[in-house]
Structures are given as structure tokens and as C-alpha cells.
């Protein structure tokens, strides 16, 4: 069985075969269905809706809607899942509408002790879904990525 550039065995870790890019799931979302997203300011908790994969970096895309009438602000925390830090994004979703694009597909590296996740929560409950994916990128085979980067297409060697 070949293995194409931008594939690696599924179930497998990150190693010498993962080169190229990848479009995955959100590790809090692997079906890729939309997630409620939690109100932990009334004590029903918050969401972790993905962690950053060590060795490699990744660029997350996250959609929002609101189902009900009136505006709700979505809080997104990156490693305090207390939002407690002053560099929490705070969105504003009209109310009844589709997917917004909340998160524009910036890019980030997870680091060893699992500290690159992404939280969430609404202002109000029962309100607010995301959907979203990553494009993970693989440093190229040998090289330092601080140096050379990462593979973001299957043109690279």
C-alpha cells in the first residue's frame, strides 16, 4: 500500500510519515456535527473544542449560528478555561443566524503540555452552536520548521 504525501495512517501519531497537509475534525467535534457551546457563568461549564497537536501547526476555522432572537456573545479562551485572562475574543452573534465566521483560520502550535486548547462558552444557554475544522500542517521532512516551515500543499519535498 503507497502512502500519498498528504496522508498518514489513521489512529496513528504524528511521525515520519505525516508530511503535506490535512483537513481534520476539531478534536472536540470528530463527526464534524455541530456543538453546543456551554454557559459556564450559570455553572453549566464551557467547552473545550479543540487542543493544538505538538510538532505540527494548525490553522482552526470555527463557525458560529444563534438559534434564538436575541444577540448572545460567544467568549473564546485559549489555556484558561476559568476565562479569567485579558486576552479572551468576546463575539457578538445576531440572533437567528446562520454560520458566521467567528475564528478566521489562524494559525498554532501545541506545545508538550497540552496547554493550546481553545474554550468556549455563551453568554446565554441553549443558544449557540460551532462548527469548524483545522488545516494541519507538517515541517518538512528533516528540516527545522523554525528554519524552513511547514508543508501546506503537496508541492513541497
Known amino acids: 500500500m503507497t502512502i500519498g504525501k498528504n496522508s498518514r495512517p489513521q489512529n496513528s501519531g504524528i511521525g515520519n510519515l505525516a508530511q503535506g497537509s490535512a483537513k481534520l475534525p476539531l478534536s472536540g467535534a470528530p463527526n464534524g456535527n455541530p456543538v453546543l457551546v456551554l454557559n459556564s457563568s450559570t455553572g453549566d ?6 487542543t493544538f497537536s505538538l510538532g505540527v501547526i494548525e490553522e482552526l476555522y470555527l463557525w458560529c449560528s444563534n438559534s434564538t432572537a436575541g444577540a448572545v456573545e460567544l467568549t473564546m479562551s485559549f489555556a484558561d478555561a476559568a476565562f479569567g485572562g485579558n486576552d479572551n475574543i468576546i463575539v457578538s452573534i445576531s440572533g437567528k443566524t ?4 467567528v475564528y478566521p483560520g489562524v494559525p498554532h502550535i501545541g506545545n ?6 481553545l474554550y468556549l462558552r455563551a453568554a446565554s ?3 449557540l452552536t460551532v ?3 483545522v488545516i494541519r500542517s507538517y515541517p518538512f521532512s528533516g528540516k527545522n520548521a523554525s528554519s524552513y516551515g511547514y508543508f501546506n500543499s503537496e508541492s513541497g519535498d
Open 98 to 101: 446562520g454560520m458566521n465566521l
Open 45 to 50: 461549564g464551557y467547552n473545550a473544542i479543540h
Open 112 to 117: 508538550t503540555a497540552s496547554t493550546q486548547t
Open 131 to 133: 462548527s469548524g475544522f
Open 125 to 127: 444557554a441553549n443558544a
